[in-house]
Antibody, heavy 123, light 111 residues
Framework: EVQLVESGGGLVQPGRSLRLSCAASGFTFDDYAMHWVRQAPGKGLEWVSGISWNSGSIAYADSVKGRFTISRDNAKNSLYLEMNSLRAEDTALYYC????????????????WGQGTMVTVSS | QSVLTQPPSVSGAPGQRVTISCTGSSSNIGAGYDVNWYQQLPGTAPKLLIFGDNNRPSGVPDRFSGSKSGTSASLAITGLQAEDEADYYCQSYDSSLSGYVFGTGTKVTVL
């Protein structure tokens, strides 16, 4: 069964850091690009970051650029998101999503999603 | 603020046909980039419904179909069923933002 399981969320103070993880199973992880997508409570979906199969191509939304870092470890079938200088507006459910393709392009779709891990930024 | 605009809500009786519009611009849909659609049932993760404008992943009923013209795209649901009650999002790529964008989302209610 193709599966993505996120972990690492929690309550964190503004300005602090948090690292999210996503464990993949049921498919050849290093054949596909991966993404993080978030959803604030009661709001819509927002793409956060994406990484190609070999980490050669990485992209970020302007809202997180310079604060968040995406990475992957193909040997461990895992995707990560290092989040620094967290703000209240980063509060959201963070989903890990698999791309249909191996690289980051302009025709990508996200065909497998995890259940998400909640990040709450508050003092 | 999303660059892809959808109506906040649409509704229909069981068996009816409903459509959801997704309006973009020349830097996303109008540039020819693929439009994808996702269904998010209450309390669950999004699910890919349509990819590449009008293709259904395996397992998605043919009651769901997508189309694109100019700077807009549409999702049609025919033979509306109670289980179709969910939020629906369009998604594409935006060259001005150099990233992926989602629509504002549409809540479908089955009357």
């Amino acid at each position: 069964e193709v599966q993505l399981v996120e972990s690492g969320g929690g309550l964190v103070q503004p300005g602090r850091s948090l690292r999210l993880s996503c464990a993949a199973s049921g498919f050849t992880f290093d054949d596909y690009a991966m993404h993080w997508v978030r959803q604030a409570p009661g709001k819509g979906l927002e793409w956060v970051s994406g990484i190609s199969w070999n980490s050669g191509s990485i992209a970020y939304a302007d809202s997180v650029k310079g604060r968040f870092t995406i990475s992957r470890d193909n040997a461990k079938n895992s995707l990560y998101l290092e989040m620094n200088s967290l703000r209240a507006e980063d509060t959201a459910l963070y989903y890990c999503a698999k791309d249909r393709r191996f690289s980051l392009g302009n025709n990508d779709a996200f065909d497998v999603w995890g259940q998400g891990t909640m990040v709450t930024v508050s003092s | 603020q999303s660059v892809l605009t959808q109506p906040p809500s649409v509704s229909g009786a069981p068996g009816q046909r409903v459509t959801i519009s997704c309006t973009g611009s020349s830097s996303n849909i109008g540039a020819g980039y693929d439009v994808n659609w996702y269904q998010q049932l209450p309390g669950t993760a999004p699910k890919l419904l349509i990819f590449g404008d009008n293709n259904r992943p395996s397992g998605v009923p043919d009651r769901f179909s997508g189309s694109k013209s100019g700077t807009s795209a549409s999702l049609a649901i025919t033979g509306l069923q109670a289980e179709d009650e969910a939020d629906y999002y369009c998604q594409s790529y935006d060259s001005s933002l150099s990233g992926y964008v989602f629509g504002t989302g549409t809540k479908v209610t089955v009357l």
